[in-house]
């Protein structure tokens, strides 16, 4: 059974930084495109970084520049480095599993990590 477990969330500063922490069991994750979304109070979950299985990296408009995602196959983990966080940034930061880029995630949706930052 395939399992995701987000870690490494906080309360912040404006203009401080964060770093996530994803891991997966049940599966390998070297096969998948791995993502990070966000779920802010009142809104939809969006997606805000990509990695291929090659370590292509595709980032929302929003994260650009301040976020950065990487993986490490061997421990099953995907990282989210946040930095410059704005107080726009807080939501709950989940990770998952895609097939491809562009198509819908296909895994379990995990508790989640909050990620809090302050004015």
């Known amino acids: 059974q395939v399992q995701l477990v987000e870690s490494g969330g906080g309360l912040v500063q404006s203009g401080g930084s964060l770093r996530l922490s994803c891991a997966a069991s049940g599966t390998l994750i070297s096969i998948y495109v791995m993502g990070w979304f966000r779920q802010a109070p009142g809104k939809q979950r969006e997606l805000v970084a990509s990695i291929t299985t090659t370590g292509s990296t595709i980032y929302a408009d929003s994260v650009k520049g301040r976020f950065t995602i990487s993986r490490d196959n061997a421990k099953r983990t995907v990282y989210l480095q946040m930095n410059s966080l704005k107080p726009e940034d807080t939501a709950v930061y989940y990770c998952?599993?895609?097939?491809?880029?562009?198509?819908?995630?296909?895994?379990?949706w995990g508790q989640g990590t909050q990620v809090t930052v302050s004015s």
């Open positions: 998952n599993l895609h097939l491809s880029l562009g198509r819908p995630p296909v895994g379990p």
